[in-house]
């Protein structure tokens, strides 16, 4: 049985679309996975955590909410790549501390729906990476915009394979 570790980040805003990520990933999962699920959010509320651990009924897995200080973000505050980014979109960043016990986690965004079992993305080698990504479709232009040379490219963070030990091991998260 294969454990595949999902980290979602969301507000209380997004939690219904957590819920349709979570339920299309339960229903593509091969009788062999198992997922356990870290929801990173500063707002959730109960009622919001209920409908979430109600989606067993598709096939059991652990979660685990976790709630990050505000303060920890505070030196993201005022950096806008578009108009639609809040303080939780910078969770991702702090995923190593967030979740120490882990080595490796897929992070998605909580509006993807996924139509596969996740384990085989899950068990890709990245040992050498710190992640694994595809280029966004826009990688030019972001790319462009963020000041990135030729030959560099942006990647989709919202659907990222992380190797949170080499993050740890090589302070990534300080850096960025």
Known sequence: ????????????????????TIASI???ALETDSYKFYIVSDDISEESRKNIEQLTEIKNFEIEFLSPEQNTFQEYVNIRTTDHLTIASFFRLKLPTLIPNEDKIIYLDC????NNSLSSLFN????????????????????????????????????????????REDNAELKL
């Open 124 to 167: 890709i080698n990245i040992d050498d990476y710190y992640c694994a990504g595809v280029k966004d479709i826009g990688y030019k232009r972001l790319g462009k915009r963020i000041g990135l040379g030729n030959g560099q490219s942006y990647i989709n963070s919202g659907v990222m394979l992380v190797n949170l030990k080499k993050w």
């Open 26 to 28: 339960l229903s593509n």
């Open 1 to 20: 049985m294969s454990m595949v570790n999902v980290c979602i980040t969301c507000d209380n805003n997004y939690a219904k679309y957590a819920c349709v």
């Open 111 to 114: 509006d993807t729906v996924v």
